[in-house]
């Protein structure tokens, strides 16, 4: 008999001790950002680079942080081939402003395009621990361009609709 | 609130082993006083003679007092527990649990209510060795539990690592799961001690092992009617504090070995 109360003890704090499964892991895919991939607008199967991109919400006062050890400006500027971006969970449309060569010198060189992300939402659920997580169905997207300064992004193609992991390109911009 | 939750059986599981100790002593000084008040009569009577001893049966019906009592002072929380065992021979008793419970479950991400009721059966067998005509029980073991219940999501976060268009408020499902079902087999260690004349007083702790589980689709079942909270994996514990009523219905002599020389007198 004492041996079952003392297991029971033991068991009973090794529990108290390891109760932590309501916090969520960092590696539990939740909501998925949409993943964009640039490519060679001459050579569509070569991935290119962009310089110093920023990428701003509509009506958000700051844009999207790509870098986040730097301390200045740059850390919302990517010279990258690949970024990801947070699409809306509370609206049906997303819309980015897409800033290429940005805070150059050479005013020309900034070249600005807005593009309107059209995508239907679904709520998924994850764990006690995550909540649930937003899923999306990537429909559509409209090109504006409301500096005038004409397109950057020639060609966009949805590649992947479902958007619920990051670990896939969902949208190919050629430029 | 889990650490409560183990930390409550903790305590009572120490009183558990202060209790034996105490109550021990005091149940032989009145059984010591008994025997002494009936030596000079059987001495009178016949010379050498132990009265015989018998073992009552019947069956024991109660209630949880720590699901009842819950209910008052956490608004979260309605439920009842019935239990009951009949004695089937010296040491095995037939056990079982009837109850109801609704929960609502607040995680930091979802609020959800699990409403049902449940049924637990199995037996429960006696190790504590008992003096003359005590009849205290430290129980081990076993059960199989079903349940049958539904849940419905109250409120719900969504997780978004990347908050840039801010942090959406909980949104509002109400969504109902209906025909659910759970069975699971649990250990159950208990104490009951008789606190006077047919009335036991009790606890005990259930380790669970849930074996089926129905799921709501697009949902996890939180909280189990009898089953509790569930875990990643698929164990369970549980608690209750009863008082019980002892029925007996028959009773039945004890044959000790040492009473073979002397006839038996009636």
């Known amino acids: 008999m004492k041996k079952i109360i003392s297991f029971l003890l033991i068991f009973a704090f090794g529990l108290s001790s390891c109760e932590k499964d309501d916090i969520c892991d960092p590696d539990t895919p939740t909501t998925p950002r949409l993943v964009i991939t640039f490519y060679d607008i001459n050579n569509s199967t070569v991935r290119k680079r962009v310089t110093n991109l920023m990428v701003i919400g509509k009506d958000q006062k700051e844009a999207i942080v790509f870098n986040k050890t730097a301390t200045d400006d740059t850390r919302f500027l990517t010279s990258g081939d690949s970024i990801a971006i947070p699409l809306r969970t509370d609206a049906d449309t997303t819309t980015y402003k897409f800033t290429i060569n940005s805070g150059n010198p050479n005013a020309s060189l900034i070249n600005s395009d807005e593009i309107t992300f059209v995508h239907s939402r679904q709520n998924s659920y994850v764990s006690r621990a995550c909540g649930f997580k937003t899923i999306f169905n990537l429909s559509a997207f409209q090109r504006a361009d409301p500096a005038g300064d004409s397109v950057w992004m020639q060609d966009i193609f949805i590649i992947n609709p479902n958007i619920e992991y990051e670990n896939e390109t969902h949208v190919k911009v050629f430029f | ?266």
Do not use: C
């Not at chain 2, 650490?3 to 059986?9: A, D, E, N, T, V």
């Not at chain 2, 006083?33 to 015989?52: H, S």
């Open chain 2, 1 to 266: 609130m889990l650490k409560y939750f183990f930390s409550i059986p903790l305590l009572f599981s120490m009183f558990l082993v202060h209790a034996q100790e105490t109550a021990k002593p005091k149940e032989t000084v009145q059984e010591k006083q008994k025997a002494e008040i009936q030596k000079p009569m059987a001495q009178e009577a016949v010379t050498d003679t132990i009265l015989p001893k018998t073992n009552r049966y019947g069956l024991r019906v109660g209630v949880d007092l720590y699901k009842l009592t819950r209910g008052f002072y956490d608004k979260d929380y309605k439920g009842v527990e019935f239990v009951g065992d009949f004695r089937l021979t010296k040491k095995y008793y037939l056990a079982a649990e009837l109850g109801f419970e609704d929960k609502t479950t607040d995680d930091d991400r979802l609020n959800s209510t699990a409403t049902g009721t449940y049924i637990k059966g199995g037996f429960d067998y006696n190790t504590y060795q008992n003096w003359l005509d005590m009849e205290n029980l430290i129980t081990i073991g076993l059960r199989g539990g079903f349940s049958t219940f539904s849940q419905q999501l109250n409120t719900y976060k969504i997780y978004n690592a990347n908050p840039y268009w801010g942090q959406q408020a909980p949104l509002v499902s109400g969504e109902k799961y209906n025909g659910l079902t759970a069975a699971w087999l649990e250990v159950a260690v208990g104490m009951k001690a008789k606190v006077f004349n047919n009335v036991f007083v009790g606890f005990g702790v259930q380790l669970k092992l849930l074996v089926s589980n129905k799921e709501p689709g697009n949902f996890e079942n939180l909280y189990i009617p009898g089953f509790n909270r569930t875990y990643d994996g698929n164990f369970g514990v549980g608690f209750n504090y009863t008082v019980s009523y002892f029925i007996p219905l028959y009773k039945k002599k004890v044959i000790v070995p040492e009473l073979k020389n002397v006839s038996p007198k009636k």
